[in-house]
Structure formats: C-alpha cells, structure tokens
C-alpha cells in the first residue's frame, strides 16, 4: 500500500509536468512483495524471535527511475529555445554545481549570458556562453555564432552537450534539473542532433497515465481489503480465544 501512495504521487507528478519542456516521466520500480521480505528475513532471522520484528518487515519504497525516450519536438520561432532530437543533456552551473537538462526554453540574463528560466549558465566547452544581447545562429553540432558589428559570422564556442552510460538513474533536482549519474561524456560532433527554434515535449502520455492511476487505485483498494480481512479474521480469533 506504500509502494501504491508512492506511485499515485508520481503519476500525479507526470500529469503535472505534462506541458514541461524537456520533462522526463518518472517511473516506480517496485520489487514484489515476497522478495522484499525474503530479503529482510532472511539477515535478520535472530530477529523473529520478537526482538524487532517492524525491523525484519519494514519494505523501501520503490526506487523512481527516468523514462529517458525522447519527446517529440514543437517549432517555436525563438533563437534561444533549443531541443534535442537525439540522446544527451544540456549541462548547467548551479551554486551546488554542475547538472543536467533537457529543457531548452533558455533566455539572456543581465550580463548577456545564456542561462535556464532559473537564471544557471548553460555551459559551453570553453565555460559560460556569453552572447551579449546577440540573437545567435546554432547549428545541429550546438557550435554557436553571433553576427558582428560589420556583418560578419563570428564562431563565439560550442554547448556542451553530455551523455550517461545509465540516465535512467539520474537524481532529479527540481526545475528540469537532474544531478549526473557517474562520469559524464561529452558526446562528439556526430552524435549530436540539436533543433534551434524548437522545444522538446515532455514524454508524458496523459492517457497512459490516467491508465497507470486507475490500476494502481484498484490494486491498494484490493490490498485495504485484504488487510481488513486480515484484522477481521485476527479480532475473531481473539474473541474465541477469550471464550475459551
């Protein structure tokens, strides 16, 4: 029944952020219920005989992994919106440090640097992109230019566009953010598929999750009735237990 709560709350989650640039939907990964208390029995045997015994069956929560599949990509008409139709993540300096995003709805701050919607500077390989108020021309490589005072087509740096060998693990920080799950690999000019004037949608079907909640409202429904069974069938046992 916890694992159920749990799983509401990230469905409600993924409805939520069903209009998020760049959201990635969040999936419970629950293990059955018999693994989980062969697990806890099975180290802790000394325990049954009443030591601790909320101990022996306390069970996790599931685990929350990341659907990484890509969304699909909507043309926006805005040079600082940027989608990729492809793997990998934007990298961003926070005070905490470095993290990742999908979400391209990128602006200029005071300073005329690149930056999220929260104001973090989007890296680029040779550190923050400063553009200075410029609109900039980016390529399908994420190599980055500005037109000069005369006209001319000036090569400012190139995003650093990153990849892990297991994102779907990546903790997530809020606001699009998500913190780096091992070593992070930049991803060569060849891998890269950026659309400038586009954003990525989030990969939330709102049909699949209303699916996902009615069965997981049927399934704790199922499992209340089961533990009221179960106290049902004790509270008789003890009455006869009294009697006798």
Same mark, same amino acid.
């Given at each position: 029944?916890?694992?159920?709560?749990?799983?509401?709350?990230?469905?409600?989650?993924?409805?939520?952020?069903?209009?998020?640039?760049?959201?990635? /939907?969040? $999936?419970? %990964?629950?293990?059955?219920?018999?693994?989980?208390?062969? !697990?806890? *029995?099975?180290? @802790?045997? #000394?325990?049954?005989?009443?030591?601790?015994?909320?101990?022996?069956?306390?069970?996790?929560?599931?685990?929350?992994?990341?659907?990484?599949?890509?969304?699909?990509?909507?043309?926006?008409?805005?040079?600082?919106?940027?989608?990729?139709?492809?793997?990998?993540?934007?990298?961003?300096?926070?005070?905490?440090?470095?993290?990742?995003?999908?979400?391209?709805?990128?602006?200029?701050?005071?300073?005329? /640097?690149? $930056?999220? %919607?929260?104001?973090?500077?989007?890296?680029?390989?040779? !550190?923050? *992109?400063?553009? @200075?108020? #410029?609109?900039?021309?980016?390529?399908?490589?994420?190599?980055?230019?500005?037109?000069?005072?005369?006209?001319?087509?000036?090569?400012?740096?190139?995003?650093?566009?990153?990849?892990?060998?297991?994102?779907?693990?990546?903790?997530?920080?809020?606001?699009?953010?998500?913190?780096?799950?091992?070593?992070?690999?930049?991803?060569?000019?060849?891998?890269?598929?950026?659309?400038?004037?586009?954003?990525?949608?989030?990969?939330?079907?709102?049909?699949?999750?209303?699916?996902?909640?009615?069965?997981?409202?049927?399934?704790?429904?199922?499992?209340?009735?089961?533990?009221?069974?179960?106290?049902?069938?004790?509270?008789?046992?003890?009455?006869?237990?009294?009697?006798?």
């Amino acid at each position: 029944m916890h694992q159920d709560m749990n799983s509401l709350d990230r469905i409600a989650m993924n409805l939520t952020n069903t209009l998020t640039p760049g959201y990635q /939907r969040a $999936v419970p %990964a629950s293990r059955p219920f018999a693994t989980l208390v062969a !697990g806890h *029995l099975a180290p @802790n045997a #000394a325990l049954l005989n009443g030591v601790d015994s909320e101990l022996v069956l306390r069970a996790p929560l599931p685990e929350v992994l990341n659907d990484n599949r890509p969304g699909t990509l909507r043309a926006t008409g805005n040079a600082l919106d940027l989608a990729l139709d492809g793997p990998g993540y934007f990298e961003v300096a926070t005070a905490e440090g470095s993290a990742y995003t999908r979400q391209g709805n990128f602006q200029l701050d005071a300073r005329g /640097r690149l $930056v999220t %919607a929260q104001g973090d500077p989007v890296m680029g390989k040779g !550190g923050e *992109l400063f553009l @200075n108020g #410029a609109q900039p021309q980016i390529d399908s490589n994420g190599k980055v230019s500005v037109t000069d005072d005369n006209g001319v087509l000036q090569a400012l740096d190139q995003l650093k566009i990153v990849r892990f060998d297991d994102s779907t693990h990546m903790a997530r920080l809020g606001s699009g953010l998500l913190a780096g799950s091992g070593a992070a690999n930049v991803l060569d000019d060849t891998d890269i598929q950026l659309r400038q004037s586009y954003l990525e949608n989030a990969n939330v079907s709102s049909m699949q999750e209303m699916v996902q909640l009615m069965q997981t409202m049927r399934h704790f429904e199922s499992m209340q009735r089961v533990l009221q069974g179960y106290d049902e069938m004790l509270g008789t046992a003890i009455r006869k237990l009294g009697d006798v």
